[in-house]
């Protein structure tokens, strides 16, 4: 196993609980605090009966997808599921209790050589170690893992601040998925690809603040970010008084899928398993591992099957057809979006979240059938405005939405 994050401790312990010998290489020491704070739909993480790993629970859940005019008339759009920030503490232990006995090696993996018999993997220190599978959960940047060159791939990037204000940036009690609202932008800044106000409140008297551009190839820079969310904190005549943490965001959204037929698996950010419309990761983990791990269990009780075998199980059972032709669709719908103006963008999510909320939500979950996810882009399709529909059949909105000038 590559990798001491959320995806290597995951699919680690569901495979040490089916009785797999597992060993495991992290830089890191494996219950070293992880640098991310994540978050997830309360209703997403009670179906695989986790909600007591949650630290934080928002039960006044909005998004704000305004007029563009004054600020005045834009009433929020209510989710009403309920939102949650994972305990990073717990999430972690919860995991590392259910792999005791896993053995892990405080390295980094530099080389890896699937053989016949076993794959190698050569650490920085000069260790060799051997394995009959390796599962590469070292995130989405791993060199180990082939994926094709479908040109520039498009970055969340968010930047973010912990702290304390001179009076609450948002209502108290309340999280905030997107705020898209423009008004305090000049007419310059519209024309730029659009942000949105990621937020919530921490409870005594603390609130975190993000400003977060969805997706685009190249990422939006964390200086204009930083410059968006002080101009929108400074329209609301809020300061920050105290900052706790700064938080800089910046993973790929619409990375490719790998070359299922390498000899070598991946798991998490490694196996492209972030969801390319919202940019979230944990809950498909929690979703996807016990499967995985339950074909993996099978694969190895075969002691015939070779490394690019178990492998080719393991791809199969990650990556089966119905989830790859979900993710096709994600990333077709992602594009289109990354061509939109802001007022585009209002107005595609303002009818996005019009739509049922089983349907908003399994959308953005990933968990409607393929047919059902069909079903629901055609009706997101023909509840939208008819420059929407130009724009998300021919991306039409490209031209006005200029990349970032300086
Ligand atoms: C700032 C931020 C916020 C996010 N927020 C959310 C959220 O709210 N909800 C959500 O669902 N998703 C979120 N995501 C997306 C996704 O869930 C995270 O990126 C997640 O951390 C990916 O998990 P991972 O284990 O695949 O990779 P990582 O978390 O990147 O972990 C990779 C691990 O591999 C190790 N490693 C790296 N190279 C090697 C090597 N050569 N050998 C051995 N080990 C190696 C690293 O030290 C690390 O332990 C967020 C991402 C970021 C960046």
Redesign the pocket.
């Given at each position: 196993m590559?990798?001491?994050?959320?995806?290597?401790l995951c699919i680690a312990s569901e495979l040490h609980q089916r009785g797999v010998v597992v060993e495991g290489?992290?830089?890191?020491p494996v219950n070293a605090p992880?640098?991310?704070?994540?978050?997830?739909w309360v209703d997403e993480l009670k179906a695989v009966g986790l909600d007591h790993l949650l630290e934080h629970r928002w039960s006044d859940t909005v998004s704000y997808f305004g007029s563009g005019g004054s600020s005045v008339d834009d009433l929020p759009t209510a989710h009403g599921i309920g939102y949650g920030?994972f305990d990073r503490a717990a999430l972690q232990d919860h995991w590392l209790q259910r792999a005791i006995g896993v053995v892990w090696h405080r390295?980094?993996?530099?080389r890896v050589e699937a053989g016949n018999n076993q794959t190698l993997v050569t650490c920085a220190s000069g260790d060799v170690r051997k394995a009959r599978l390796v599962i590469d959960?070292?995130?989405?940047?791993?060199p180990?893992i082939r994926r094709p060159d479908q040109g520039p791939v498009a970055g969340q990037a968010?930047y973010g601040v912990v702290g304390r204000f001179s009076e609450a940036p948002i209502r108290g009690g309340r999280f905030v998925l997107m705020d898209y609202r423009s008004h305090h932008l000049s007419e310059r800044q519209r024309l730029e690809p659009p942000t949105f106000l990621y937020a919530m409140d921490l409870g005594d008297g603390v609130f975190f603040v993000e400003e977060t551009s969805l997706a685009l190839a190249p990422a939006v820079p964390y200086d204009v970010l930083k410059q968006r969310l002080m101009q929108r904190l400074a329209d609301r005549g809020v300061q920050i008084t105290d900052v706790l943490h700064e938080?800089?965001?910046?993973?790929p959204m619409n990375l490719p899928l790998p070359d299922r037929t390498q000899p070598v698996l991946a798991?998490?950010?490694?196996a492209s398993?972030?969801h390319p419309a919202s940019?979230?990761?944990?809950?498909?983990?929690l979703r996807r591992a016990p499967g995985l791990a339950d074909s993996l269990a099978d694969a190895l009780s075969d002691p015939s099957l070779t490394p690019a075998a178990l492998a080719r199980r393991g791809w199969q059972a990650l990556w089966p057809p119905e989830l790859v032709l979900r993710h096709q669709l994600y990333q077709f719908g992602l594009g289109r979006l990354m061509g939109f103006n802001e007022r585009l963008l209002r107005t595609h999510f303002a009818t996005f979240f019009s739509l049922a909320k089983e349907d908003w939500f399994g959308f953005l979950t990933n968990t409607l059938p393929l047919p059902r996810l069909m079903a629901v882009m055609l009706r997101l399709f023909a509840l939208s405005p008819w420059d929407l529909r130009r724009g998300l059949v021919l991306g039409a909105a490209k031209q006005q939405a200029p990349e970032f000038r300086g």
């Amino acid at each position: 196993m590559l990798g001491g994050g959320p995806a290597a401790l995951c699919i680690a312990s569901e495979l040490h609980q089916r009785g797999v010998v597992v060993e495991g290489i992290a830089p890191e020491p494996v219950n070293a605090p992880w640098p991310n704070t994540y978050g997830i739909w309360v209703d997403e993480l009670k179906a695989v009966g986790l909600d007591h790993l949650l630290e934080h629970r928002w039960s006044d859940t909005v998004s704000y997808f305004g007029s563009g005019g004054s600020s005045v008339d834009d009433l929020p759009t209510a989710h009403g599921i309920g939102y949650g920030l994972f305990d990073r503490a717990a999430l972690q232990d919860h995991w590392l209790q259910r792999a005791i006995g896993v053995v892990w090696h405080r390295d980094t993996a530099q080389r890896v050589e699937a053989g016949n018999n076993q794959t190698l993997v050569t650490c920085a220190s000069g260790d060799v170690r051997k394995a009959r599978l390796v599962i590469d959960a070292s995130g989405s940047g791993s060199p180990h893992i082939r994926r094709p060159d479908q040109g520039p791939v498009a970055g969340q990037a968010a930047y973010g601040v912990v702290g304390r204000f001179s009076e609450a940036p948002i209502r108290g009690g309340r999280f905030v998925l997107m705020d898209y609202r423009s008004h305090h932008l000049s007419e310059r800044q519209r024309l730029e690809p659009p942000t949105f106000l990621y937020a919530m409140d921490l409870g005594d008297g603390v609130f975190f603040v993000e400003e977060t551009s969805l997706a685009l190839a190249p990422a939006v820079p964390y200086d204009v970010l930083k410059q968006r969310l002080m101009q929108r904190l400074a329209d609301r005549g809020v300061q920050i008084t105290d900052v706790l943490h700064e938080e800089f965001c910046l993973f790929p959204m619409n990375l490719p899928l790998p070359d299922r037929t390498q000899p070598v698996l991946a798991f998490g950010g490694a196996a492209s398993m972030v969801h390319p419309a919202s940019g979230y990761m944990v809950g498909a983990l929690l979703r996807r591992a016990p499967g995985l791990a339950d074909s993996l269990a099978d694969a190895l009780s075969d002691p015939s099957l070779t490394p690019a075998a178990l492998a080719r199980r393991g791809w199969q059972a990650l990556w089966p057809p119905e989830l790859v032709l979900r993710h096709q669709l994600y990333q077709f719908g992602l594009g289109r979006l990354m061509g939109f103006n802001e007022r585009l963008l209002r107005t595609h999510f303002a009818t996005f979240f019009s739509l049922a909320k089983e349907d908003w939500f399994g959308f953005l979950t990933n968990t409607l059938p393929l047919p059902r996810l069909m079903a629901v882009m055609l009706r997101l399709f023909a509840l939208s405005p008819w420059d929407l529909r130009r724009g998300l059949v021919l991306g039409a909105a490209k031209q006005q939405a200029p990349e970032f000038r300086g």
